[in-house]
């Protein structure tokens, strides 16, 4: 292979399109450089894509063959037979004496492989697997619940086209979250016309291109979003006839923030008054505003209260269903959605009834289901391509958790931290061995979908995790021979008898269940250059019309069935990424609840209406931890080398350049940092980015992998170490690791 190969970077949502050159040993990415043909990225990565060869080819621990666990701990190698036959097995046993709802399902996929795992929905159905989670609900049901409960869609920024770009708790510059992002920050801050305006307590390399960098108290942002709100009410900027127009509830909003004692809240938020009335009268006055949260806020404190202001924000200045603002986007995936049930009514977990957000139990009580005696708790787990032990609050806990199941079940590429308490771990070829898919493309008003084509071979003993699925379903007897024939019998006839044939099962709830694996084993072998883990697509596309029809048409790709073929035809041959929707901006309005927003969640407002003086500083933890920034070097555990880090190998703990002197600490200096879960030892690097009282740790730090000396090397320190599983979001649960009270201690050397 002397061919560049196009293919994608696989360590952040962004998945921007990159072209591999491999070395002569067929193996090693000899090169790697940016995909001008891709549609969304045009060119562009970050620092981060080349190094990806450490992902690939790295000290990571990689697993070749199943694996079982013996009764001393370690592990042998298995067959396949064995281990699909044996994990089926004992998965029907759990569920005949438990109910298949005592078996839980976590992950799916994560930041650029969720292919795989949209074939575990027929796995679930075949063991009668009724709960789940991901990462998402550690981070966006907060967002997501209240989207649902304002607009019934999701929606996104258009920050590429605003005015002002308002982030809250969000450091695009290292975490990106939209395309191009480093080139979008430049040319906001270039440009005399827009504006930037951010809310971090850090003064990150997005603040520093910020024209408004509110610097505020950690955890406070309840109290500052609330008196920008404010402002907008009192100084009229509000947009009263849109209002009027496209939003209810708004009375009763307007009633409470009149009354918002704006001068005290950002007092509490330890901003000037001045630059935040500056600021709110930017975004009063802009054309368009976009506005992105994340997880500075979405893991704080009142998470969903703020993810609700912050919306407020924008929806009061009319900013939605306009270029440069928010807006419903399209896809092929239903990430994001959710029912909206007021709180208390919607499904809740088994053991803690705690509430499902967009079909996802909270990360954060999972060990809690476990780690009980209730007749409904999780006995068994299955965990595909996510790595909980590390990634989950309190890792002591989950570990003893994890330890208590009766069967813990890991697909991953590398022996992770889970993966080592598996009583079986199946190994998945990586994301450049295989077809492979991110569902996480948001983009408006193109959206793109990118079908990644093998760039290597896998090595033999591996199998992809529709395999990994399929061979499951099938030993679990759900499905069979029979099932597949009459479907290959209509595609010898072509793909529309086939297409009506399928439809024709689907109106069989009970073998609709196994679309993904029906699929798979029929329409999958005819697929070309062995793309059958692609066939899923094929329905995704049907769905994409049927739900977008005229933003599939303006795609170009005609109406009725036949773009149906035409979308997958192109999703499977566009090995760059092709463009698969099309839309006008104020399509956004035909995908809300009732073309209209609502302003008022009466749980929440309530909360607005009467937030309490916040508690003064504790003497027993002074300080604040952030724990899992992102930065130039952490991509979540997904590649395990630490060679891979250019910089900041150790992952330092930094702290304010004023606690440091108070404390008498110099770069490198050890200290002992201690949180009410735990205690680790750590090297600062002091910073006049941080404000005295703060302290950051990277994200993704702390893996185990063996040394080519065969010792394990563990770099820095792995945040859930320190964290505490109840310290979360009271609506969603979702957890707050990025206000974890703690203190310090230097080390003498
Ligand atoms: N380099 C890199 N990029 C990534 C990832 C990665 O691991 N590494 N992971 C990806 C994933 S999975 C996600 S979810 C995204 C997350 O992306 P981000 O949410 O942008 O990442 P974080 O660094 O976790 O947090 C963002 C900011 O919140 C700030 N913050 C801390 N406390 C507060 C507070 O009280 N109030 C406010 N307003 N801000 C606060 C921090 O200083 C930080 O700058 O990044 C994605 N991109
Ligand atoms: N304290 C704290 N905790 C956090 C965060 C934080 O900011 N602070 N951030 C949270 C967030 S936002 C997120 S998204 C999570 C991320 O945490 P997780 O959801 O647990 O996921 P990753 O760390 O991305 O790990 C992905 C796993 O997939 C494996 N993998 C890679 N390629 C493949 C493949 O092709 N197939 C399979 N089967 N496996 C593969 C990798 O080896 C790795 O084990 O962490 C969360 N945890
Ligand atoms: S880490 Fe994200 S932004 Fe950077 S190259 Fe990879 S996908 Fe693109
Ligand atoms: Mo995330």
Same mark, same amino acid.
């Given at each position: 292979m002397t061919e560049w190969q196009p293919t994608a970077c696989?360590?952040?949502?962004? /998945?921007c399109g990159i072209q591999v050159l491999l070395g002569p040993d067929g193996r090693s990415f000899e090169k790697i450089r940016g995909d001008?043909?891709? &549609?969304?990225?045009?060119g562009y990565t970050c620092?981060?894509?080349?190094?990806l060869d450490h992902y690939q080819n790295?000290?990571?621990? %990689?697993?070749t063959a199943p694996l079982r666990r013996r009764a001393d701990g370690t592990f042998e190698e298995i067959d396949w037979d064995t281990a699909i036959s044996e994990v089926t097995a004992r998965l029907l046993e759990i569920g005949e004496r438990h109910?298949?709802?005592?078996v839980f399902y976590y992950g799916?996929?994560?930041?650029? /492989?969720h292919l795989g795992g949209a074939y575990a929905t027929a796995t679930m159905a075949a063991f009668g697997i009724r709960y789940r989670s991901s990462a998402l609900a550690q981070e966006k049901t907060g967002d997501f619940w209240v989207g649902a409960r304002m607009a019934g869609h999701p929606v996104r920024a258009?920050? @590429? +086209?605003?005015?002002v770009a308002l982030f809250v708790g969000? /450091? &695009?510059?290292?975490? +990106?979250?939209? &395309?191009?992002a480093r080139t979008v920050l430049k040319e906001i801050a270039r440009d005399p016309a827009r504006s930037m305006v951010v809310l971090d307590p850090v003064r990150t390399e997005t603040a520093e291109l910020?024209? *408004?960098?509110?610097?505020?108290?950690?955890? $406070?942002d309840v109290y500052l979003l609330t008196a920008m709100a404010a402002i907008l009410v009192r100084d009229n900027l509000i947009d009263t006839q849109w209002l009027a127009e496209h939003a209810d509830g708004v009375a009763e909003v307007l009633a409470v923030l009149r009354a918002v004692p704006i001068e005290k809240y950002c007092a509490i938020a330890d901003v000037e008054l001045d630059l935040v009335t500056a600021a709110t009268h930017r975004i009063g006055r802009a054309a368009s505003v976009a506005a992105l949260e994340d997880l500075?806020?979405?893991? /704080?404190? *009142?998470s969903t209260v703020v993810s609700y202001v912050e919306k407020l924000v924008w929806l009061l200045t009319g900013?939605?269903?306009?270029?440069?603002t928010q807006y419903a986007f399209t896809g092929l995936s239903n990430i994001g959605? !959710?029912?909206? +049930?007021?709180?208390?009514?919607g499904p809740k977990s088994p053991v803690v009834g705690a509430p499902i957000v967009s079909g996802l139990v909270p990360c954060n009580v999972i060990s809690e289901e476990i780690l $009980?005696?209730?007749? !409904?708790? *999780?006995r068994a787990m299955f965990v595909e391509s996510a790595n909980p032990a590390h990634s989950l609050a309190d890792s002591a806990r989950m570990r003893a958790a994890l330890a208590e199941l009766e069967l813990l079940v890991v697909v991953d590429v590398a022996m992770t931290e889970t993966a080592r308490l598996a009583h079986y771990v199946l190994p998945a070829p990586t994301q450049f061995e295989k077809y492979e898919a991110t569902f996480f493309n948001f983009d408006f008003p193109r959206n793109i979908f990118h079908l990644r084509h093998p760039v290597l071979p896998a090595p033999e003993s591996v199998l992809p995790e529709p395999e990994i699925h399929a061979r499951l379903v099938e030993a679990a007897g759900a499905l069979s021979e029979d099932d597949y024939a009459p479907l290959r019998a209509a595609l010898e006839q072509g793909r529309e008898a086939f297409a009506m044939a399928f439809l024709g099962i689907m109106a069989d709830r009970n073998k609709a269940k196994y679309a993904p694996v029906l699929l798979y084993r029929t329409l999958g072998p005819t697929? #070309? !250059?062995?793309?059958?883990?692609?066939?899923?697509l094929w329905l995704a596309a049907y769905n994409c019309v049927r739900k977008f029809p005229h933003s599939v048409e303006r795609a170009?790709?005609? $109406?009725?069935?036949t773009a149906g073929e035409r979308l997958f035809e192109a999703i499977l041959t566009g090995s760059h990424g092709v463009v698969i929707t099309e839309d006008d901006y104020d399509e956004t309005w035909n995908r809300l609840r009732d073309n209209r927003v609502q302003l008022n969640i009466p749980e929440l407002l309530d909360v607005v209406a009467n937030l309490p003086e916040p508690l003064g500083d504790s003497g027993e933890w002074p300080f604040v931890l952030a724990a899992g920034e992102r930065r130039?070097? $952490?991509?979540?555990?997904?590649? %395990?080398? &630490?060679?891979?880090?250019?910089?900041?190998d150790g992952g330092a703990l930094r702290i304010s350049a004023a606690d440091a002197q108070r404390l008498g600490l110099s770069a490198g200096d050890r200290v002992r940092l201690t949180t009410g879960r735990g205690s680790t030892e750590v090297s600062v690097e002091p910073t006049d980015r941080m404000r005295a009282g703060h302290l950051s740790l990277p994200n993704g730090l702390g893996l185990t992998v063996v040394a080519a000396d065969g010792s394990a090397v563990t770099t820095g320190?792995? #945040?859930? @170490?320190?964290?505490?599983?109840?310290?979360? !979001?009271? =609506?969603?649960?979702?957890? =707050? +690791?990025? *206000?974890v009270p703690a203190r310090l201690e230097a080390i003498d050397a």
């Open positions: 696989i360590l952040c949502e962004c /998945n001008k043909l891709h &549609p969304a990225s045009a620092n981060k894509a080349l190094r790295g000290r990571t621990g %990689r697993i109910g298949g709802a005592s799916g996929g994560g930041q650029g /492989n258009d920050v @590429e +086209h605003a005015e969000k /450091n &695009p510059y290292q975490s +990106h979250g939209f &395309p191009r910020a024209d *408004y960098h509110l610097q505020l108290r950690p955890g $406070t500075g806020v979405q893991m /704080n404190r *009142y900013n939605l269903a306009k270029p440069g959605f !959710d029912r909206g +049930h007021p709180a208390g009514a $009980t005696d209730h007749p !409904d708790r *999780y697929l #070309p !250059d062995d793309a059958a883990a692609a066939a899923l170009g790709y005609g $109406t009725g069935l130039a070097f $952490t991509a979540n555990t997904i590649i %395990r080398d &630490p060679e891979w880090r250019k910089r900041d320190v792995a #945040p859930n @170490e320190l964290t505490a599983a109840d310290s979360r !979001d009271e =609506w969603v649960g979702t957890p =707050w +690791h990025k *206000y």
